[in-house]
């Protein structure tokens, strides 16, 4: 019989959301960063929920306030990726009977440290048991906020975009996967003064959420490897594939170039800006996007 | 070492949550059915989170489908409970690898089925593979609305206001729990015509459920066992333990007593209405409540 780990989550989650019949204030359901829902000229709400389990997203001997810290900030980051920012957040925490209580409230202060730092609030959630053995899961869910004209959707890039990423890529498994800083500020100030046509934030690695984003825009793309910011010590390989990079990913027109360089540099002096690729026409018998620039 | 299984998730929460700051617009956070942002003065957000995990809330042989209604109405529920309705829901599924893809479509059908009937939206989520062995978990967090001259808290209740409950209660573990219908039209027509003093939906049963209720209202209460509406074949006791009614139980002030169960009677011919009981003084030095009549 199939089974769900015969089939990739993108496709499990395209079947299953294929007939999805969604009411007219949905402006964004399935399909980009968060959800968009449409409240009135000032305002958009939006939606996203992310979860960690033990052992695939953290190991058992990871400290549970840096495990905290990264479940909130995973979806605090998801808000940036649109241009908005997080406003409240839900916690539902399943836990086998011999969780320390300590580990939890440790867990917890994680949590707080994110809404401390990004100004929203933790409004409720629940704990839940499982049996003995299984893995811990720490599942977040909240709302953000974003004014309307300041909305980022992975899904306006066009031909001859040039595409940027913030940051340094690749090596996130060193450490960065838990003590990442969703770039909210960042995601706030290009929408306001450069409107990226499309962004999204780097969870699974260049490789696999460029092609997403190009696929969103009905676009093609091509990669300068060389330019690819390197974290420490890490090779081009690793900085497309790694993941868990939390950087804004997003494109604009040519023409912003220089302006938006200028001014980045100027304004978010320790955080790189690299424009690493930019994109193409789709071409249709192209399964792999624009990789031919990849071996450069 | 102090472990989670030696904490009542009251008292946990309480511990976790004791220190939690909150922006402003936050009106009601940790300790209500949902939490309530304030948005404009037609709406406010209502949002919750509730899971179900397997063997402790369903089991593994039950119909998927059934499991996916549970699911979803359980947050249906609460915003009901609040004089709301249900907007958008987002659906987390954490499944260990050998789970047949099929099950997951019929549970996606469940969700479908609870979305179309109240009119909501499914917006996003995720999937997530856990261990080999562990429980499946289905974690459904969603927005509601209500006109803020509707919205109903668990805190307004005051002494000598009567207690009602909506339907029956008791027996759910022979199939109700997966099955019940959220109410969601009897919330908001009550909210809007009667404005109850406290609210919320009987999920952990009445014996449980109304100490907090009264206990937000700062209040004692007192039950007429004899007249609890009993659930087939059902005993007094069933119905105060056996939980998972996700009916309604609110509170009004005495006077109107004789309008409310004459329009209730011509406005919901199949829905039983049942005053069982009444807010009383709070007794500083009674732990349980009213429990005095209960062998009455």
């Known amino acids: 019989m199939d089974q769900v780990c015969h089939t990739s989550e993108d496709q499990l989650i ?7 019949v969604t009411m007219p204030e949905i402006l964004t359901g399935v399909g980009d960063d968060c959800a968009v829902i449409e409240k009135d000229e000032h305002h958009h709400t939006l939606l996203k929920t992310d979860t960690i389990v033990e052992f695939i997203h953290f190991t058992p001997q990871e400290d549970p306030e840096r495990v905290g810290w990264k479940a909130a900030a995973r ?3 998801d808000f940036a ?4 920012e997080p406003e409240a957040l839900m ?3 399943i836990l086998p009977p011999d ?10 202060n994680g949590l707080k440290a994110v809404a401390r730092k990004f100004r929203c ?11 003995l053995g ?47 800083t969703p770039r909210v500020t960042e995601g706030q100030w290009l929408a306001k003064h450069f409107k990226p046509t499309s962004m999204m934030d780097i969870s699974d690695g260049v490789a696999k959420d460029l092609p997403r984003l ?18 420490h010590n890490c090779t081009p390989e690793e900085a497309l594939t790694d993941g868990e990079d939390y950087e804004l990913i997003f494109s604009i027109p040519e023409e912003c170039k220089d302006e938006l360089e200028i001014r980045w540099a100027k304004k978010f002096k320790d955080l790189k800006l690299t424009n690493i690729g930019k994109f193409t026409e789709k071409e249709q018998d192209s399964l792999t996007g624009g990789w031919d620039h990849f071996q450069d």
Chains 1, 2 share one sequence.
Request: charged share 15%; with cysteine.
């Open 75 to 77: 979806v605090v980051s």
């Open 121 to 131: 609030s933790i409004v409720g959630g629940e704990t839940s048991s499982t049996l």
């Open 99 to 108: 969780t320390p209580t300590d580990w939890v409230v440790k867990l917890y």
């Open 14 to 20: 395209k079947k299953l959301t294929a007939d999805l």
């Open 214 to 231: 190009a696929a969103s825009s009905k676009c093609g793309f091509e990669i300068y490897s060389s330019k690819l910011p390197l974290h």
């Open 81 to 84: 990726a649109m241009g908005g």
């Open 134 to 180: 299984s893995p811990k899961v720490i599942s977040i869910s909240g709302t953000g906020s974003v004014e309307p004209h300041n909305l980022i959707l992975r899904s306006g890039g066009r031909a001859t975009d040039l595409i940027y990423v913030t940051g340094t890529l690749g090596g996130s498994i060193r450490g960065k996967h838990l003590d990442f």
């Open 91 to 93: 916690v539902t925490i």
